[in-house]
């Protein structure tokens, strides 16, 4: 599939599909692609290929941890949802939760999660990991669009999403009002994505990934048609001075932006990420906001 495109249009999320593994018999194009078409191209991807997702990148995102991105920055450590000892006892919504590693990480923590993804398989996934202690799930699944949170006004303390579900829908601020909507005042939204730079840059671990190839301000979205002409795959780009508007425009105060830096440690390819090109310029970017 790599060779098919020549910008970085981003991977998919930690918590759902490796696009890299996934062969198009078809054509990649960059055109419009509005909501509907987007959710249901994604819910395809996600089912087919999150058995080969999480049998490639199981052992690294672990049954019940909390990994913001390729870089490997671990909640535990990076504390962005807040001070783990203060996490007990809170309603905690994951967006894009995938396997729902993420979610086992907080309940272990005392927390009250609830994972929601789009993906039937993965959520499958989610139920086969179980606890890590061989039995069921300690919280709630819930297979939904994030653009339509099926939840009641100010059913969480806080929200996070780890690589979900923003890069993949076409009208986020949508997503980021029903986040909103469903926080209590002052409720915490923490996120992680592609670093936005990234969509101007081919899609390579190696050197040929540090070279310029589109622009930068091109929002047009980067779409994988199979040989009938069906949409299978969308990533949608958004520059970061566009993430900001859409947050406030959504009720958010936007708290920091971070930029995991590339550690010694890892030693992994993931797609486009690698050490080459990790520690040369960012491939995460994690909003931190407050909901007003």
């Given at each position: 599939?790599?060779?098919?495109?020549?910008?970085?249009?981003?991977?998919?999320?930690?918590?759902?599909?490796?696009?890299?593994?996934?062969?198009?018999?078809?054509?990649?194009?960059?055109?419009?692609?509005?909501?509907?078409?987007?959710?249901?191209?994604?819910?395809?991807?996600?089912?087919?290929?999150?058995?080969?997702?999480?049998?490639?990148?199981?052992?690294?995102?672990?049954?019940?941890?909390?990994?913001?991105?390729?870089?490997?920055?671990?909640?535990?450590?990076?504390?962005?949802?807040?001070?783990?000892?203060?996490?007990?006892?809170?309603?905690?919504?994951?967006?894009?939760?995938?396997?729902?590693?993420?979610?086992?990480?907080?309940?272990?923590?005392?927390?009250?999660?609830?994972?929601?993804?789009?993906?039937?398989?993965?959520?499958?996934?989610?139920?086969?990991?179980?606890?890590?202690?061989?039995?069921?799930?300690?919280?709630?699944?819930?297979?939904?669009?994030?653009?339509?949170?099926?939840?009641?006004?100010?059913?969480?303390?806080?929200?996070?999403?780890?690589?979900?579900?923003?890069?993949?829908?076409?009208?986020?601020?949508?997503?980021?009002?029903?986040?909103?909507?469903?926080l209590r005042p002052g409720g915490r939204w923490v996120f992680s994505l592609t670093h936005p730079l990234r969509w101007a840059l081919a899609?390579?671990?190696?050197?040929?990934?540090?070279?310029?190839?589109?622009?930068?301000?091109?929002?047009?979205?980067?779409?994988?048609?199979?040989?009938?002409?069906?949409?299978?795959?969308?990533?949608?780009?958004?520059?970061?001075?566009?993430?900001?508007?859409?947050?406030?425009?959504?009720?958010?105060?936007?708290?920091?932006?971070?930029?995991?830096?590339?550690?010694?440690?890892?030693?992994?390819?993931?797609?486009?990420?690698?050490?080459?090109?990790?520690?040369?310029?960012?491939?995460?970017?994690?909003?931190?906001?407050?909901?007003?």
């Amino acid at each position: 599939m790599e060779q098919q495109h020549e910008v970085d249009r981003g991977t998919p999320p930690l918590t759902q599909g490796d696009h890299q593994g996934d062969p198009v018999d078809g054509d990649a194009v960059r055109r419009p692609a509005g909501g509907r078409e987007s959710s249901r191209a994604s819910r395809g991807w996600w089912d087919r290929n999150a058995d080969e997702y999480q049998n490639d990148h199981g052992d690294f995102l672990g049954d019940a941890r909390f990994v913001w991105g390729p870089e490997g920055l671990d909640e535990s450590t990076a504390c962005l949802l807040g001070p783990a000892e203060q996490l007990h006892g809170l309603d905690v919504l994951e967006v894009g939760a995938g396997a729902a590693q993420c979610s086992r990480w907080l309940a272990a923590r005392g927390a009250r999660p609830v994972a929601l993804d789009l993906s039937h398989r993965q959520l499958q996934h989610a139920l086969r990991i179980g606890d890590g202690q061989g039995g069921g799930l300690a919280f709630p699944l819930v297979e939904a669009d994030a653009r339509a949170l099926p939840f009641a006004d100010g059913s969480f303390d806080l929200a996070c999403s780890a690589y979900g579900a923003i890069p993949f829908v076409a009208d986020p601020e949508r997503v980021f009002a029903e986040v909103a909507r469903v926080l209590r005042p002052g409720g915490r939204w923490v996120f992680s994505l592609t670093h936005p730079l990234r969509w101007a840059l081919a899609d390579e671990p190696g050197t040929e990934g540090l070279t310029v190839l589109a622009s930068y301000f091109d929002r047009t979205p980067y779409v994988e048609q199979d040989a009938a002409g069906r949409t299978v795959y969308v990533e949608h780009h958004r520059t970061l001075g566009d993430r900001v508007r859409e947050l406030v425009g959504a009720g958010f105060r936007l708290d920091d932006v971070v930029e995991p830096e590339w550690p010694e440690w890892n030693q992994q390819v993931w797609g486009g990420w690698s050490p080459l090109r990790g520690r040369l310029i960012p491939g995460t970017a994690i909003f931190v906001c407050t909901r007003a």
